[in-house]
């Protein structure tokens, strides 16, 4: 599937902020926090839409995002070098 | 958050005799109506069944006796599956290799809901489903390593995979030493599922050899 | 406030539990039904988590894992119009009288 990435590897983004009523699979816990992009996945279908039957065009290009774990939790217990990482579609990251 | 008393979900009972029936009515339903065979559906449940940690472990522990393959293997694990014999169904979603070592630790998990590399391992635990697991791990991924018994370098880095999208996660877990002389057929029976999601570690020679 | 399913860092001090749990052969089956009905096009694996995700916490929480699949298959199969829900009653009780 053809993919326009909007953002580049290694470039900081922040995950949107929303929880719309219907199917979406971005975690509140990675809302409104700051990642860098890990791996480039290329294009998938659109789960919003695939969702409700439909055909989940035009694809979302797909990212592995990854934070510091210090950055998503208070009193996080581990080493400040811990990671996170998630698979985000491109309509949820926004540009820093 | 709500106040949720005992949330295990393993209600076996009075409601999972209510739901199985359900599920056995519309099954008869389907069937009925011509939508499917009680044939296509074994065939699939047998499809399902053929996939074990077994084969992941077949896999990973040809990864170690061959650094080559192991860098294919990362590179693009559906391309070395194959290579192997393992070809991935065209509805299957995609799975990658994570490589555990001295260094880093990963660990998957799928917060949202259960996704887990079936088609090469099969079907996720139990408890890798429950939300105890899906809720703690992200956020203390140190206490769930303890939980399951395992203990890491205290400099290790360690790395959560939540796979919310198309990609599965399959752990390469980080090869014990003293293994130098094993086959890799002895090398496999090292590799646990529990190594294979990251909350636990491959097993020892020594472990093995004593059970 | 996250929804049901969303569960990374939902507060949780449950122990995890380890248990082994067999398969019943009706989860197999349902489980091989998911797969059945989405290689005929019947269904996808988004549908599925959104019918599910549609629980109410109460029923998401205590309802186990394949109990859920269930009750998100009857929503799918209801919406395709492929059967209703009084047409499974109906199919329950004939085979709980054994016909």
């Known amino acids: 599937m053809a993919s326009n990435e909007k953002y580049q590897l290694g470039e900081l983004v922040r995950i949107r902020v929303g929880v719309p009523p219907t199917h979406f699979r971005?975690?509140?816990y990675i809302q409104g926090k700051q990642?860098?992009?890990?791996?480039?996945?290329?294009?998938?279908?659109?789960?919003?839409?695939?969702?409700y039957g439909g055909n989940g065009l035009p694809a979302q290009p797909l990212y592995q995002v990854e934070f510091p774990q210090t950055d998503l939790w208070q009193d996080y217990k581990g080493l400040a070098s811990d990671m996170l990482l998630i698979d985000v579609y491109e309509n949820w990251l926004e540009k820093i | 958050?709500?106040?949720?008393?005992?949330?295990?979900?393993?209600?076996?009972?009075?409601?999972?005799?209510?739901?199985?029936?359900?599920?056995?009515?519309?099954?008869?339903?389907?069937?009925?109506?011509?939508?499917?065979?009680?044939?296509?559906?074994?065939?699939m449940a047998d499809k399902i069944d053929?996939?074990?940690?077994?084969?992941?472990?077949?896999?990973?522990?040809?990864a170690?006796?061959?650094?080559?393959?192991?860098?294919?293997?990362?590179?693009?694990?559906?391309?070395?599956?194959?290579?192997?014999?393992?070809?991935?169904?065209?509805?299957?979603?995609?799975?990658?290799?994570?490589?555990n070592t001295d260094d880093v630790h990963n660990m998957a998990v799928c917060t949202l809901c259960s996704c887990f590399p079936r088609a090469i391992i099969g079907r996720p635990p139990a408890w890798y489903k429950e939300l105890s697991y899906?809720?703690?791990?992200?956020?203390?991924?140190?206490?769930?390593?303890?939980?399951?018994?395992?203990?890491?370098?205290?400099?290790?880095?360690?790395?959560?995979?939540?796979s919310s999208a198309d990609y599965r996660y399959l752990i390469l877990p980080n090869r014990p030493a003293g293994t130098e002389n094993m086959t890799e057929e002895e090398l496999a029976k090292l590799i646990t599922q529990e190594s294979m999601i990251g909350v636990g570690l491959a097993l020892s020679p020594e472990a093995v050899s004593a059970s | 406030m996250p929804k049901v399913h969303d569960r990374g860092g939902w507060p949780n001090d449950d122990p995890i539990d380890h248990s082994e749990h067999k398969m019943e052969e009706w989860e197999r089956?349902?489980?091989?039904?998911?797969?059945?009905?989405?290689?005929?096009?019947?269904?996808?694996?988004?549908?599925?988590?959104?019918?599910?995700?549609?629980?109410?916490?109460?029923t998401y929480e205590s309802l186990a894992y394949y109990e859920k699949w269930t009750s998100a298959m009857e929503v799918l199969l209801v919406e395709q119009g492929i059967m209703t829900s009084d047409e499974i009653d109906a199919k329950m009780a004939a085979l709980e009288q054994g016909s």
């Open chain 1, 26 to 28: 971005t975690p509140e």
């Open chain 1, 35 to 51: 990642g860098k992009i890990a791996t480039l996945w290329g294009a998938f279908p659109n789960p919003e839409s695939l969702a």
């Open chain 2, 1 to 43: 958050m709500a106040d949720h008393g005992h949330e295990n979900g393993h209600s076996h009972g009075e409601n999972s005799e209510y739901y199985s029936k359900r599920a056995q009515a519309m099954q008869a339903l389907l069937i009925e109506k011509g939508v499917c065979t009680l044939d296509d559906i074994l065939t």
């Open chain 2, 50 to 62: 053929s996939r074990s940690p077994e084969d992941g472990a077949k896999i990973l522990a040809h």
């Open chain 2, 64 to 99: 170690w006796v061959d650094p080559d393959y192991k860098k294919r293997l990362l590179a693009n694990a559906e391309a070395a599956f194959l290579e192997l014999g393992y070809d991935l169904p065209e509805t299957s979603p995609k799975i990658t290799v994570l490589e």
């Open chain 2, 134 to 162: 899906r809720s703690k791990v992200v956020v203390d991924p140190r206490g769930v390593l303890q939980e399951f018994g395992t203990v890491l370098d205290e400099a290790t880095q360690v790395r959560v995979i939540d």
């Open chain 3, 29 to 58: 089956q349902v489980d091989a039904l998911n797969g059945v009905l989405g290689d005929k096009g019947l269904k996808n694996t988004d549908q599925l988590r959104r019918a599910i995700e549609s629980l109410d916490l109460a």
